[in-house]
């Protein structure tokens, strides 16, 4: 199994960025297909986006363009750079780690969008 602990959240104003990062410990990293999901006040958790183990990257729509995932093996770590934020972007970022079935989940980290 694979443990996750996400990092770089925290207060930006509208039009600023943000990187979250997800460090994982525990299994091979370079197995798991990756993802960054967010739950906003009040709503359902989303997938923000997904990177797989062969590295296809997947974005949420209406977050092209803002929003970019990648992943580094070696430090097993995997980060979503967030551009142009909105106060709609604000929520609980969380890392997911997918392998065989079983799915992890971070503790999740806050970023609020707000002046």
């Known amino acids: 199994q694979v443990q996750l602990v996400e990092s770089g959240g925290g207060l930006v104003q509208p039009g600023g960025s943000l990187r979250l990062s997800c460090a994982a410990s525990g299994d091979i990293f370079r197995l798991y297909d990756m993802g960054w999901y967010r739950r906003a006040p009040g709503k359902e958790r989303e997938l923000v986006a997904s990177?797989?183990?062969?590295?296809?990257?997947n974005v949420v729509d209406s977050m092209k363009g803002r929003f970019t995932i990648s992943r580094d093996n070696v430090a097993k770590t995997v980060y979503l750079q967030m551009n142009s934020l909105n106060p709609e972007d604000t929520a609980v970022y969380y890392c997911?780690?997918?392998?065989?079935?079983?799915?992890?989940w971070g503790q999740g980290t806050q970023v609020t969008v707000s002046s």
């Open positions: 990177i797989s183990s062969g590295h296809t990257v």
């Open positions: 997911n780690a997918v392998r065989a079935g079983a799915s992890y």
